[in-house]
């Protein structure tokens, strides 16, 4: 159980274009999910923290309006760079919370998304 | 802010060779302390956790116990194995709001048979 994918697991584009990741949690209701950005060989950076039905709380200094977070549904939110550019490009990891109050925190995570743009 | 300090990797083992890896943590409050492992091409998945001081989390035949008086967390095993290679994260979250991750480094550990 637990177990949550992202979509794709890699991705290529050109500099300008908007770019969508998808994260869902296959068996359990994700009341809360996160997003992460991996730089290589360095640590996970919390980029925002999504919450079904409203709007993402992002982290200082990560631009809203470049990381646009939807988490319509208790098993699905997207991440969405939008303008991409070369300097956007990493590793961007989901995580997820499952409903259940006994395990409220513990996250599960997603395989990332590894993204180039050229 | 909370944050967490780990071992500065690579660490290099033999099979069976005992293991310790170092995490401290700045807290304001009463966090909840994980460690997780990252196998390559695999995303995190928890190894173990520990909610108060002096609870002991294990798996797998790793250890790490929560200890308040040293703000510490060391991951411990006592014979690791190749499969063991992988990248250990130790990480904090808040006991109550949002319950963010905060992580450290990483350590990277390889075993050699």
């Known amino acids: 159980g637990a177990v949550v994918s992202q979509h794709p697991s890699w991705v290529i584009c050109k500099s300008g274009t908007s770019v969508k990741i998808e994260c869902r949690s296959l068996d359990f209701q994700a009341t809360t999910m996160f997003w992460y950005r991996q730089f290589p060989k360095q640590s996970l950076m919390l980029m925002a923290t999504s919450n079904e039905g409203s709007k993402a709380t992002y982290e200082q200094g990560v631009e809203k309006d470049k990381f646009l977070i939807n988490h319509a549904s208790l098993t699905l939110s997207t991440l969405t760079v939008t303008s991409a550019h070369p300097e956007d490009s990493s590793f961007y990891i989901c995580?997820?919370?499952?409903?259940?109050?006994?395990?409220?925190?513990?996250?599960?995570f997603g395989p990332g998304t590894r993204l180039t743009v050229l | 802010g909370d944050s967490v300090t780990q071992m500065e990797g690579p660490v290099t083992l033999s099979e069976e060779a005992c293991l310790t890896i170092n995490c401290t943590y700045t807290a304001t409050g009463y966090p909840s302390l994980f460690w997780y492992v990252q196998y390559p091409g695999e995303g995190l998945q928890l190894l173990l956790k520990?909610?108060?001081?002096?609870d002991k989390g294990s798996n797998k035949g790793f250890e790490a116990t929560y200890r308040k008086e040293t703000t510490s967390f060391h991951l411990e095993k006592g014979s690791v194995q190749v499969s063991d290679s992988a990248v250990y994260f130790c990480?904090?979250?808040?006991?109550?709001?949002?319950?963010?991750?905060?992580f450290g480094q990483g350590t990277r550990l390889t075993i050699n048979p």
């Open positions: 520990a909610t108060k001081a002096d």
């Open positions: 990480a904090l979250s808040e006991f109550q709001g949002a319950q963010k991750l905060v």
């Open positions: 995580s997820a919370r499952d409903g259940n109050r006994e395990v409220t925190d513990t996250q599960y």
